[in-house]
């Protein structure tokens, strides 16, 4: 394997899911961080199907934290009018600070136990 992030990020990924599986009463939310944006997805793996999908393409904000705190509020929003309370987090292979931390604290702001 070579030793490159990239790589590094799908091996802590690949651990990661491993370990969580999403269902319909216990979804997976999912990151993904992109040098420009950042996407958040619910997931039921069980039936291999996306529930919900945002991010923060084409919105303006004065950080990139700030509008990943925003996508965490706007999916659950969108999560507890799908009556779905309590998720499962996958960080995607990423530390947990930053703009995955933010997104996190904004699905708990929003209403989602995770």
């Known amino acids: 394997m070579t030793h490159d992030k990239k790589a590094k990020r799908i091996a802590r990924h690949v651990r990661v899911r491993r ?5 319909s009463q216990l979804p997976r939310l999912t990151v993904f961080r992109s040098n420009k944006f950042i ?4 997931i039921n793996d069980s ?4 529930i919900i999908s945002v991010s923060d393409v084409g919105k303006s904000g004065s950080s990139k934290i700030e509008r990943a705190k925003e996508v965490g509020k706007n ?3 969108q999560a507890v009018k799908n009556n779905i309370k ?3 987090f996958d960080r995607g ?6 703009r995955v ?5 904004g699905a708990r702001e929003g209403g989602l136990i995770i």
Do not use: C, F
């Open 75 to 77: 999916l659950a929003t």
């Open 19 to 23: 370990k969580i599986e999403g269902t």
């Open 101 to 105: 931390k933010a997104l996190a604290d």
């Open 39 to 42: 996407y958040a997805q619910l």
């Open 47 to 50: 039936e291999r199907k996306t």
């Open 86 to 88: 309590k998720i499962v």
């Open 93 to 98: 292979g990423y530390k947990y600070h930053g």
